[in-house]
């Protein structure tokens, strides 16, 4: 069935955003700052997912959530107390309930003996019985049984079984005398008695009598009154369950008499009740028809009769299919294809914008004229599209920051330490590929963070801080980039240790002078660990180099700062989108390169008294009293042999991530512009100082510098020069 | 004349399934997320034959839903079934007493869905 297929897809969707809502509940509740609703909000997440879960009859699923939810109703109920031991334990139920939806996705094995027992701890700490053996979920088809009568009935009902039995036995069907008088509830509640005449007369030949002498008189009948009973002699191949089955929603609200008897007419006095039903008051089989005309007496003058419910659809309801089609929700789902075939249509669309305008140019147009106007309009508008079409793609990084809680509660379970996870700036939105591809290199941060990070629990207590140790994940927007830093207040790197690591593998000299930033990002060199032993948590093959090199092929950066004693913090710095960038067009020995604005701080023009030379090649360049390296893109990029003459250049003053500042040479500036980022390494391979390549107005290809590589490796250089020197 | 079904479900997957069961049956299904939704529901929409509601919801439950059509002139004689996830009896007494026509018990059997509208349904 596909609709059945399509569901069940929506439905574990559902299940995503329900466990996210539980576990984000819950962590309210931990830092007790939840209230009514709260707990309210996550007894719903867990009922929820039973409740579909029990639709596509994953029985596990549904018996663990059922046993979850029981003991959340407790808490809602104020019978289980929100001690924090309960809430960690409600915690660990939301993993493995989380467990056992990707389970029944995904297939695959839960580790039963660990369900069963957070089952059984639940079941505790809630005050009820485990759960049952049996499926939650009854067969539908208990609707109508008898479970709401006492057991006592049970013997009689054998017999009139017996009876029955008997009766069939003639050729006859199963006869059945009822009598029923509504109440005014009943009505009250929108059910009607001719709709379980109705009902009775579809189980087979009905003989309905209506008894009206109760009605008073029109100055003393309540118009919210009941006053009809009615006597139906049934006959039917239905059994006493399914008459019953007629009155299940209204068995309290009318007093009702089921009695199951022979047709034989055997009973004088059932043939005296059928002699005045046919003569007396002429109610045969075919009367109900008329009936109905009398049933609803009472109701006349109540609000809405329903005679008139019925008509009022008619007329309101012809424009009603498309509209009862529609779902009443302002989002849409949209193949996520179609979005980005947008996207590379806008990029297409921006870059022929700037072709026109280096037309336009060209063709000697003057910049007032009307269509050098029109197209300054053209290109707002292209840059507003750009924006609305690249703000389809975002997304808050709420999920994956929300995932990061159950990591630490992990991490912090097998290395016996006690850990909060503060998470700050959830709203933040980010390209969907950057969030999707942020999951692993920030599990692994994560994961370090409390392996490494934080010192054991008595040892913290040592150092004179609280036991529990914090790791603050936070997200915010920082100049067109989004900034996310993972920070711990553990002890800090121990860089006596890393550079003996980095010694003993051979990493750096043994006598290197490295400052303390450098021997911090040693942890990124490859085949770098600082695990002695290879644990369970942290060691997966996987290093910190990995990390950066994740984080890179996302056009992003990965820098650390650690204080001893006072942690160690990973700040991420990622590019909101993947497919445009602002940039400073400029030329270098005759080629066109493209610098990010966003790491741009100014630009100026050397003058040769702040020029100073240091060492061999090195020089810098004095800016209101600070020295700041040059750097020379044409010859670090290999486009000239020669030095170029900084007096007859430009000075590009930029930023790189670790807030150090350089000066790169080159040659003019053409102009800012957006540019549509096309990726180099998907058609040709990875090149050093180069980020990426963009089409430019005029149909040249040229590249976007990775500012970051370019001042990394001439630093690099140096050092290595220095090295080589001493 | 197809019948028009309000349902009421905070559950995407619910309302897909209820969806579905109902649109196979020939209704017309309009469809709220909760019980404050539900109410909008009503007023802007043609007016329903029957209503489903779910009972734990954000916003207004259920039991409040209820209890606000059945205190409208208007809406009072629709008849309204509740889904309730267990056939616990207490729970199909507390919507009783809010006033639910009748109840279905989740999950459901879309046949068995069908037959209590049409018990109710005029």
Redesign the interface.
Known sequence: MDTMAAIKQTFFQECEEQLAELESGLLTIEREEGDAETINAVFRAVHSIKGGAGAFGLDELVRFAHTFETTLDGMRSGKVETAPQIVRLMLRAADTLADLVRVSRDGGTVDAARVSQIGDELAQAGGAQPAPAAPVFEPIAMSGDQQTDDFGFAPVMISFDDLVGGTQADGGQNGFAISFKPKPELYAKANDAIRLLRELRRMGEAKIRCDFSEIPLLSELDPEGAYLSWHVRLSTSGGDAAVREVFEFVEFDCDLSIEAQGLGGTDASLAVEALLVEAGIKESAPAPAEIPALAPVPRQTSATPPQLAAVAPPTASQGAPAQGAQQPSATIRVDLDRVDRLIDLVGELVINQSMLAQRVMEAGIARLSDVAVGLDDLEHLTREIQDSVMAIRAQPVRPIFQRMSRVVREVADMTGKSVRLITDGENCEVDKTVIERLADPLTHMIRNAVDHGLEKPDDRVKAGKPEQGVVRMTAAHRSGRVVIEVADDGAGINRARVRDIAVRKELIDADAQLSDAEIDDLIFAPGFSTASTISDVSGRGVGMDVVRRSIQALGGRITISSRPGQGTTFTLSLPLTLAVLDGMVVTVAGQTLVVPLTAIVETLQPKAADIHSLGEKARVVAIRGSFIPLIDIGSELGYRDSEADPLQSVAVLVETENQSQSALLVDGIIGQQQVVIKSLETNYGQVFGVAAATILGDGRVAVILDIDAVVAGTGRDHANRKRNAA | ?SK?ILTVD????????LK?AL?DAGM??????DGV?GLE?LES?????VIITDI???RMDGFGFIEAV?GN????????LVLT???V?DKKERA?RA???????????PA?LVSAIN????
Do not use: C, L
């Open positions: 004349m028009v905070d559950s995407r997957t619910i309302r897909e399934m579905a649109m017309q299904v309009i469809q709220a997320e939704h529901m929409s043609s007016t329903p034959d734990n919801m954000p059945r002139g208007k809406y009072r004689a629709i008849p309204i996830t267990e056939s009896d009783r006033g639910a026509s009748g109840w279905i018990v989740k999950p459901f059997d068995k018990r109710v349904a005029a």
